[in-house]
């Protein structure tokens, strides 16, 4: 059964620095484009930031620049490096593989923004 655990929540600091990991498993890793995704309270889902199976990299206009999504596919992981951390950035960030028609989500974790 495929499965992504993320890694878990955390308080930091505006201008600080964060890396999230998003373990996979029961999937044909390589096959999978991974995302993540975030959802502030009030606010729909959005996406943050994607990688192709190829290594093709795109990302929301709020967080180019800050943020940096990387895979490493011996692994099974996923990673989201972020960098100058806002406020703004306060959400519920998820995980998400996509092949054809099989998506998959992460449990979802916290990450609150504040001084």
């Known amino acids: 059964q495929a499965q992504l655990v993320e890694s878990g929540g955390d308080l930091v600091q505006p201008g600080g620095s964060l890396r999230r990991s998003c373990a996979a498993a029961?999937?044909?890793?390589?096959?999978?484009?991974m995302a993540w995704y975030r959802q502030a309270p009030g606010k729909q889902r959005e996406l943050v930031a994607r990688i192709t199976s190829s290594g093709f990299r795109n990302y929301a206009d709020s967080v180019k620049g800050r943020f940096t999504i990387s895979r490493d596919n011996a692994k099974n992981m996923v990673y989201l490096q972020m960098d100058s951390l806002k406020p703004e950035d306060t959400a519920v960030y998820y995980c998400n593989s996509n092949y054809y028609d099989q998506s998959f989500w992460g449990q979802g974790t916290q990450v609150t923004v504040s001084s």
């Open positions: 029961g999937m044909f890793f390589n096959l999978y484009t």
